[in-house]
């Protein structure tokens, strides 16, 4: 099982590479003007979220077989477990949200300013923090 828990920990580091830039080429691409400049930032935008969906799949599955195996007797009593798997799922939507983003940025229907994408950048660091502290911790 510690095996599972290796893995589970590099995919989650490579999700969250990804997941930790995507954000910042949709900054750029909010700013820019060129036409030439939005579809090269609109190819890294989709190659990376590609890249990265795998990984968050692996991430998930990973997880809940660690779930299953360490921590499905115990998991009533776990909370810190109930509130780091809320924010898992809250990463997924925040995931996928990214990908109509791309949509929207590709079909030049971008509501948001570089600012807001700046602010929007800051929510998987935060779920980063939390969830770190919550592992490795356990306060609750």
Known sequence: MIWI??????FMVAWFAGIFYLPRLFVNHAM???SSVKTHLGLMEKKLYRFITPWMVLTVISGLWLTFEYAWVAYAEMFWLK?????VVLLVIYHFYCGRIIKQ?????????HIWFR???ELPV???FIVVILVVVKPI
Not at 83 to 87: E, M, N, Q, V
Request: proline share 3%; charged share 15%.
């Open 32 to 34: 820019t003007t060129n």
């Open 126 to 128: 935060i779920v980063l």
């Open 5 to 10: 828990k290796a893995l589970h920990i590099i």
């Open 105 to 113: 940025l590709e079909a030049g229907n971008n509501p948001r300013s």
């Open 119 to 121: 602010w929007f950048n």
């Open 83 to 87: 509130i780091k798997i809320a924010l």
